[in-house]
């Protein structure tokens, strides 16, 4: 009875509630991704890790929606609002529906480009991926409003409606086949709109002022060009491999990947209450470098104990989460670990900046996303060094951000 009064006095609110939730789903997609690895085994766990990365780079690519929509959405008000956030679900959806459409048409070459079983598979996401965009406006409208508790759900409705349908087919109807993680996925998209805000869409000709569309469009601009780089960093090291060495090796180091990335999705949390905060005290007159110091501290601990971890029980870590048949990337998931920790840092200096209409940090994030894919196209004798030119782009990347972090203080 005391315990219920004391829950009842402290309140929760709605960042602290949307940071569990965002754990509970990154916990969530851990365990799908998990629960596939070792009912797949690593030849097929590949495939399903083509499909996997696919969604990440389709989340990505619709995180500049998301992003341009959270902003403005904290900026513009009223009947200014109404004609915004109409005119970017018409852009969002026409985005969507080429990328779709793409997507559908050149199956067959994607197939052949990543040695997967099936061409059916990528014709099932394409479905969905104007449905995606959709949902990434919807979600950046509660996340410029702060409604994260709206925000916290559409999140929960999309994961767990991915791994319980997946699950569902699977057992029911016993196929193992990429197929059926495809199918999983569309059906995700679609509970991932609740909750939906119909009345913001309208299909009638908006009018937005030049200066307001031009702000609009450098923004849209340049978060597209970083999202880029987000996508070359954070998955063109899987679609390599996958390109470069057989389905079995792909797969185990696809298992690699998803264990050394928990820093990235935690750090994730963090880049998602960044903007609007940093947006809100540019707004107010207020300094935000506080703001970055305490994130970086939030990134830097955690990312420190989980690279302590995965060095100090490597066989462990993989043998409970994906079992022995995974066993030989023990030796590299600490090193991994450490590539993805100073990505992960390196982001929140690059958001921030963003935040800041400064894009310089976008830039540079850019060219050592480029970088990173030039170092494992010309050096990928082995797995491990694959993770060893991750380790060297990504730390020549935290290296530069600091030095402008540093010359840019000077000069304020």
């Known amino acids: 009875m005391q315990l219920a009064t004391i829950l009842k006095s402290k309140k929760i609110t709605q960042e602290q509630l949307f940071m569990l939730s965002v754990l509970a789903v990154n916990g969530g997609n851990y365990l799908y991704n998990l629960i596939l690895g070792r009912v797949l ?23 500049t929606f998301q992003l341009v929509t959270a902003k403005f959405s904290m900026l513009f008000e009223y009947q200014l609002f109404q004609s915004f956030i109409a005119k970017v679900y018409q852009n969002a959806f026409a985005v969507g529906l080429l990328f779709g459409v793409a997507i559908v048409v050149f199956a067959p070459t994607l197939q052949e480009i990543f040695n997967t079983s099936s061409s059916t598979m990528f014709v099932v996401f394409g479905c969905g991926v104007p ?26 409705t999309e994961m767990w409606s991915r791994l319980l349908v997946t699950l569902l087919l699977i057992l029911v109807l016993d196929i193992k086949s990429p197929v059926i993680i495809a199918i999983g996925i569309l059906a995700s998209f679609v509970f991932g709109l609740i909750p939906f805000k119909s009345s913001n869409v309208s299909f009638k000709r908006q009018t937005i002022s030049q200066t307001h569309k031009k702000a609009i469009r450098s923004f849209f601009i340049i978060t597209a060009f970083y999202e880029l780089t987000q996508i070359i960093i954070n998955n063109s090291d899987i679609l390599l491999v996958k390109h470069y060495f057989e389905s079995y090796e792909a797969g185990l180091y696809a298992s690699l990947a998803l264990i050394g990335r928990i820093v990235y999705f935690i750090a994730w949390m963090f880049v998602m209450l960044l903007l609007p905060t940093v947006v809100q005290l540019k707004k107010d007159g207020k300094e935000t ?34 079992g022995d048949s995974y066993i030989a990337m023990a030796p590299l998931l600490y090193k991994y670990a450490i590539a993805t920790s100073l990505f992960a840092i390196s982001n929140i200096f690059a958001y921030y900046y963003l935040s800041l209409d400064k894009y310089i940090p976008v830039v540079i994030s850019g060219i050592f996303g480029m970088l990173q894919v030039a170092l494992v196209i010309g050096y990928h004798d082995s797995l491990n060094q694959v993770v060893h030119m991750q380790i060297v782009a990504m730390a020549l990347l935290l290296v530069i951000q600091i030095v402008f972090f540093k010359a840019t203080s000077k000069k304020a």
């Open 131 to 156: 449905i995606y965009f959709l949902m990434s406006v919807n979600r950046g409208v509660f996340q410029g409003k702060k409604a994260f508790k709206l925000l916290s759900i559409t999140y929960q």
């Open 289 to 322: 470098a506080s703001v970055l110091f305490k994130y970086i501290g939030y990134i830097a601990g955690i990312s420190l104990s989980i690279v302590v971890g995965c060095f100090s029980f490597p066989e462990l870590i993989i043998q409970l989460l994906f």
């Open 41 to 63: 085994g690593p030849a097929a766990f590949a495939d399903a890790a083509v499909l996997i990365t696919f969604l990440l780079v389709l989340s990505f690519a619709a995180m």
